[in-house]
């Protein structure tokens, strides 16, 4: 998968979740999410985009 | 583990989850997303539209999501050592990410987090009185050990009456927990 597939998918679950891109990066950098499954997901993709 | 590339490795190790899910508890497979040319990927349940999704358990009108994030290390004979820095198994009444949780085991690596709760951890839904007040075990962090995906079906299946597809179920756990030992080279 390119970068810019991987930043389409954070970009799908963080306006699933009422964020934007920008957003859902800096709430999951600040360990500021969400119980719920779709937050774990999202934060894994996000870690896996700035590894 | 072995394999040319890091896209092999995983997908040798998505591919030996996702089959041992699907002999013992869903048929749901597991979808791996792997940077190009990085050792570095996750797996999840996904949905026909790459959506993350709990999974329909078999006959116990249960649901799991899942969520390992991997790193793999070359070796110096040429094998792959795998490294979990991030895993999460959500037990839910429903499909969809807001449908009530009942348990949770989480795990998140020192690597991307510190100076937190325990690393390895579990909340439950409930909250225990005791003589010091209220236990909130949905928001607390409980210590576990690591909690390996095996452990959950084992768990699923022998007290949340999870009925598997085959019968020697826990034989097949203990030989994937005998390969995870290998793969990441410590005791679990």
Do not use: C
């Amino acid at each position: 998968m390119s970068d810019s597939q991987l930043k389409a998918m954070i970009e799908r679950e963080a306006q699933a979740l009422g964020l934007t891109f920008n957003d859902a990066v800096s709430r999951v950098k600040a360990g500021q999410i969400g119980e719920n499954y779709l937050w774990q997901d999202l934060a894994s993709l996000v870690h896996l985009l700035h590894e | 583990m072995i394999g040319d590339r890091p896209t092999e490795v995983f997908r040798n190790f998505r591919d030996h989850i996702s089959g041992l899910l699907n002999k013992t508890i869903t048929d749901a497979p597991l979808s791996l997303t792997h940077r190009k040319d990085r050792p570095f990927a996750q797996f999840a349940f996904r949905d026909d539209a790459d959506f993350p999704m709990a999974a329909p358990l078999f006959s116990a009108g249960l649901f799991l999501a899942v969520s390992q994030q991997l790193q793999v290390e070359q070796q110096p004979d040429q094998t792959w050592k795998l490294r979990t820095l991030a895993y999460s198994y959500h037990l839910l009444e429903d499909s969809n990410p807001d449908s009530r949780w009942i348990i949770r085991w989480e795990y998140v690596s020192h690597a991307q987090r510190r100076n937190e709760h325990p690393r390895h951890h579990v909340h439950i839904a409930t909250i225990v009185d005791t003589p010091a007040g209220e236990m909130d075990l949905d928001k607390l962090h409980l210590s576990t050990g690591w909690v390996t995906i095996e452990e959950v079906i084992r768990f699923l299946i022998a007290e949340m009456g999870v009925k598997p597809k085959i019968a020697d179920w826990d034989d097949q756990l203990l030989k994937s927990e005998e390969l995870f030992k290998t793969w990441t080279r410590r005791e679990v």
